[in-house]
């Protein structure tokens, strides 16, 4: 058998070779606000698993600077500690994208990654974006080609501009990949990768169970509706706000409500003299900001959810939760066409028809999107490497 042993020590050979040659990609996640934390965490596992071929750099914005906000979020989707945070708080758009920039340049030209990964459409976003462009660093944009089609909110800005730059853009759905094809970018960019948040949400949906929110709040699953509201065309004006807050007491004379207060909308709740009137609704039960498996916890045993967020929409897509949007529009318009959402908008009158309507007639069937399976962060990476390394006379 001489011949066959030749031949495993060439193979070996040639392996311990091409194991010699392997360089480490090298890759900067940046990340800032809450959605952001539940979309890199399965992202940050599966650079983990490929430890051998990837070094990695995870670097916090600081533009979700509070505990409840973010510290929190890193303790229990199990995502080390950033090794960077540039603290740079709250400000004006203009003046917190300018901040990050300013921060994270120096960072890259440090650290010398071949790619720097981005996700959602937050303001650390775009700034990551622009900073890794002009420095020459390919970007991959994680949660690709969503549009809403609404330029008056910054996320949608935010997201037109990240993925004109972006040099890989990962989608989350087939409309995605369709809106990014109509505004010109070549088809060698766009990979379809699926919803890296559904990851998260099939990861922890076990683990939340042991949480005790429903027991603190006095809650019976399935007897509860859960409200969330941080739009500025929602809780910025007076009128608007006292409006929903109106439907809420409709909603909850039918059914008790949970009012999960986000620290903006608290204060224009505070600015606006509304504390009171919310105070003495005794079927609303308003907490902070809860933890994410408390909150995982709360809306899956929810009868219906009304938000203004992104991510809640996909989230009770994939759960069978009625869930109404509270906004003109949407840029995940595949959770009403295939999931459980409405767009309703923050009219009153229609907001607690609407509702009444989903307490009497929940979905009888839903359907999971394509690639919502739990399994993204692997597509993503698989992706990234793929791609491979950047250029020469990058940073």
Known sequence: MP????????????????????????????????????????????????????????????????????????????????????????????????????????????????????????NSTMAATLVASKLLVRVAHVEAGLRSRDRTMPEEINRVVTDALADLLLTPSRDADENLLREGIAPEKIRFVGNVMIDTLHYNLERAAASTVLDRLALVPKQYCVMTLHRPSNVDDKHTLQGILDATTAIAARQQVVFAIHPRTRARITEFGLDGE????????????????????????????????????????????????????????????????????????????EAIDALDHPPQTTRVPEFWDGKAAQRIMDAIEEHGFGTEDSV
């Open 278 to 353: 919310l105070a003495r609704q005794p079927r609303v039960i308003l907490t902070e900001p809860l933890s994410y498996l408390d909150f995982l916890q709360l809306y899956s045993n929810s009868r219906l959810v009304l938000t203004d967020s992104g991510g809640i929409q996909e989230e009770t897509t994939v759960l069978g939760v009625p869930c109404l949007t509270l906004r003109e529009n949407t840029e995940r318009p595949i959770t009403v066409t295939e999931g459980t959402n409405r767009v309703i908008g923050n009219n009153p009158e229609r907001i607690k028809c």
């Open 3 to 122: 011949e066959s042993r030749e031949t495993v020590d060439f193979l070996l050979g040639f392996i311990r070779y091409g194991l010699n040659r392997i360089e480490m990609l090298r890759i900067v996640s940046v990340v800032g606000a809450r959605p952001n934390f539940m979309k890199i965490a399965p992202i940050v596992a599966e650079m983990r698993r490929r430890f051998s071929r990837i070094t990695s750099l995870l670097v916090h914005t600081g533009q979700h600077y509070d505990d409840s906000m973010s510290e929190s979020f890193f303790e229990e989707l199990n995502i080390p500690r950033a090794d960077v945070n540039l603290g740079v708080g709250s400000a004006s758009h203009a003046q917190q994208t300018g901040r990050i920039m300013l921060a994270l340049e120096p960072v890259l030209q440090d650290f010398k990654p071949d790619w720097v990964v981005v996700v959602g459409d937050v």
